[in-house]
């Protein structure tokens, strides 16, 4: 099982590379990281498995995060109607998106950092996706609300871009334009 030991830190390359598309059909080693991604999550999302491991709670996890350069990531949240997302993202595409931006009023965190970085991160209010799954499935998803916010934040780690790198520098908390806050 992926504990917290197994996430690098920023400071750590691999974090900063971008990830190489996933070849199918998918080795046993790589399908074997795919579930223990998920199974990440969905264990930090338990508190009992959480406080026995001592995990830090999480919503996504790229495999950057746990040094590899698979380009895939898990996703286990539920979204505003309460629909349970739970996948992992192969070959991750944003194949089009609103012009209208969004981002969290708190801001964003991530596992591989280990400090906070307030400022508004801008996101685009709402994605259509293209992603394989780990059984090869083509899959096409419209998102928006965190299951938006969350799928960018992972995707960016596979092309090596940390949230903090959207923040803006001069004022953190500057009005982001034709953007809602998301809440
Ligand atoms: O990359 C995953 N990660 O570091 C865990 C947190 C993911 C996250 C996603 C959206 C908004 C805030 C935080
Ligand atoms: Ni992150």
């Known amino acids: 099982m992926i504990l917290m030991d197994d996430i690098i830190r920023e400071g750590h390359p691999t974090l900063r590379t971008k990830a190489e598309e996933v070849k199918f059909p998918l080795t046993d080693e790589v399908r074997q990281l795919a579930e223990d991604m998920l199974q990440y999550l969905i264990n930090s ?3 009992e498995i959480a406080d026995k491991y001592n ?5 996504g ?3 950057n995060q746990v040094n590899s350069l698979q380009r895939m990531f898990a996703l286990h949240l539920t979204d505003d109607n309460g629909e349970q997302l739970s996948f992992v993202a192969i070959n991750p595409k944003i194949v089009s998106h609103s012009v209208e931006n969004t981002y969290l009023p708190a801001g964003e965190g991530c596992l591989s950092v280990d400090r906070n970085v307030p400022g508004y991160v801008p996101r685009h209010a709402r994605v259509t996706v293209k992603f394989k799954t780990i059984d090869g499935e083509e899959k096409k998803m ?3 609300g965190m299951p938006a916010i969350a799928f960018q934040h992972e995707l960016d780690h596979l092309n090596g871009i940390m949230f903090y790198d959207r923040i803006n520098e001069k004022n953190p908390f500057a009005d982001i334009t034709d953007s809602t806050p998301y809440e």
């Open 55 to 59: 995990l830090r709670g999480g919503i």
């Open 61 to 63: 996890l790229a495999a």
């Open 142 to 144: 419209r998102l928006k």
């Open 45 to 47: 999302q338990d508190p």
